[in-house]
């Protein structure tokens, strides 16, 4: 049995998405138990799932404006922490939030801890691309800065999710760069071209631009967590700018327009859904001793089931402590 | 008269594409001289304009895959190297290529030079927004590695070609970072961030984040070479990329798709038309002592017409030359 703690007071919709997800999840999949951090009466309003579940109760709760060290340090009671203690106790195989990203990273890092070898973990989450395979990218902003051995370490941490969670075999790794030759970027893209191509672990393809992330040219795609976070907020904000775009041409286009829009309607919302991947799951904080992930904020309940649904394929094909392996063979060989 | 160099052999559509931008340009504005560079033969094909044009022959040219500094030292008759010398020269007021970015950078920096004071000129271009305004952003990676003083002057030469060129009334500079809080970022962006509080001369108005650059958050966004690049290519991709999937999501949706497009093209066309912000001209290599400006390498002659125009403006406004009073102010008061 599967032992996933879920947040119940994280993000917009909280709790209602969140405890609808979990219904959900606790139907399709009997190999799970869900631990509920949170508000009892409320979590009571919507929960229908009576079996493999349990709810832990607590008045406690992070805010989204809250400073993300502060409120894990004073909120010792808070339904985020309390989900990462139960990980660190043993209680839980994982834990999930839609709340507060910065807290939550504070929270995987403080209470659950880091896998040995792992200096920086970061975000990783799975984008989209044209032809609805998406890609694997980290880091997506835990981290301000990076030196060319953690991104060598997200490399591997990358291609192993690549490989077990999302079944592709020899993913192929890209460093995000400014180029594609060999000698393009920084000190810190050129170091770490070269910790890559000397890896052996994984299929290192050179450097990718970012122009071609959405035609997959790579299935993992390393980056500083700067620019990883500059070119994930990129992706969003265009995307919704042009689809913001479409919408009042449609509206000020007149009545053959919005006529148009009618016999189109299906068309653009297969389009809308290839760009929402909230099937793919939610953003990994990887690199800790257990899977910590970050639903997004505006999650419904289809994105917290399919949120659930990863954190079990994780959990699964024991990703984690493959990693941990990994990363001990490394430490030998250095 | 402004003199204005064009390199006749840049670009995909070259010579066709830039002749008959120049031409359309020669017809619309009477107080501009243009000198085309490149293959006589050719050019003469498509050159209707009779009055304030000339055409300098030479059989050389930089390729798109030519290595730039070597190319800029090896083909010294090549038509944009040409250019750059009259400018150099004082023959010609400002220099346009479609061609090798690398290569016009160098020819930018060694053969026209920079400005007394400004360290690392930067690629600068108007980007798209949803109102059709658009904001201007540098470095869009002339650089691959910037300081804090680089930043600084890049937020003063952007904010002088909103105000001067955009005509934008105190146009609000931005520092692209990871967060709005202050805080937020690393050395790089806190100490640019201190720099830009403290700057007089423009209206700084804190951090902002990539995902807002197209509800056109600031007129002028100053971010880091590698960084802008990033964000630049992510613009890019996304769009091509959703625009691809409109197209196939329309394709595939069967004849009631098909009927609907028909009704929607005008206002399809519109979208596609906010999203081509050729209209805004080419980015300019700024932080030289003349306009050196890049058209982009798919040019047509309309995106050729509108460089022009754009250089025009930067001639007629006297912008480097404002400029080079503003750099030589600052190093008074050092």
């Known amino acids: 049995m599967k032992k996933i703690a879920v947040d119940a007071m994280g993000g917009d919709n909280a ?6 997800g979990v219904n959900r999840a606790l139907e399709e999949f009997s190999d799970i138990e869900i631990q509920l ?10 929960l229908t799932a009576t079996e493999r579940v349990s709810i832990i109760h607590t008045d406690e709760k992070i805010d989204s404006d809250d400073e993300p060290a502060k409120a894990i340090r004073r909120k010792k009671k808070a339904s985020m922490v309390l989900g990462a203690q139960a990980v660190k106790a043993g209680e839980a195989d994982a834990v999930i939030s839609a709340g507060n990203t910065g807290a939550l990273l504070a929270a995987g890092l403080f209470v659950v801890g880091r896998i040995k070898g792992v200096d920086r973990p970061g975000l990783m989450s799975t984008l989209p691309t044209a032809d609805g395979q998406g890609f694997d990218m980290m880091d997506l902003g835990a981290n301000a800065e990076n030196t060319p051995a953690h991104l060598h370490q997200y490399a591997i941490l990358g291609s192993f999710y690549a490989k077990n969670v999302r079944g592709i075999d020899k993913p192929r790794v890209g460093l995000l760069n400014n180029g594609t030759e ?61 689809m913001g775009q479409l919408k009042s041409a449609i509206e000020n286009g007149g009545l053959k327009s919005k ?30 001793k257990a899977p910590v992930v970050k639903s997004h904020g505006s999650s419904d309940a289809r994105a917290i089931f399919y949120t659930i649904k990863q954190v079990r394929t994780m959990l699964e094909t024991d990703v984690v402590n493959q990693l941990v392996g990994e990363f001990s063979k490394e430490e030998t060989n250095d």
């Open 37 to 46: 951090y949170g508000d009892e009466t409320k979590i009571r309003q919507y």
């Open 259 to 288: 006529l148009g829009y009618l016999f189109m309607k299906d068309s653009l919302r297969s389009l809308r859904d290839s760009l929402d991947y909230s099937s793919a799951g939610g953003a990994v904080l990887f690199g800790l």
């Open 182 to 242: 060999s000698t393009k970027g920084d000190p810190l893209r050129k170091e770490t071209f070269e910790l890559l191509s000397q890896e052996k672990a994984i299929n290192f393809i050179g450097n990718v631009e970012a122009r071609e992330l959405m035609n997959k040219v790579a299935d993992v795609v390393v980056a500083d967590g700067f620019t990883g976070n500059a070119v994930l907020k990129t992706i969003e904000g265009t995307a919704l700018g042009i």
């Open 15 to 20: 709790p209602q998405a969140i405890v609808e």
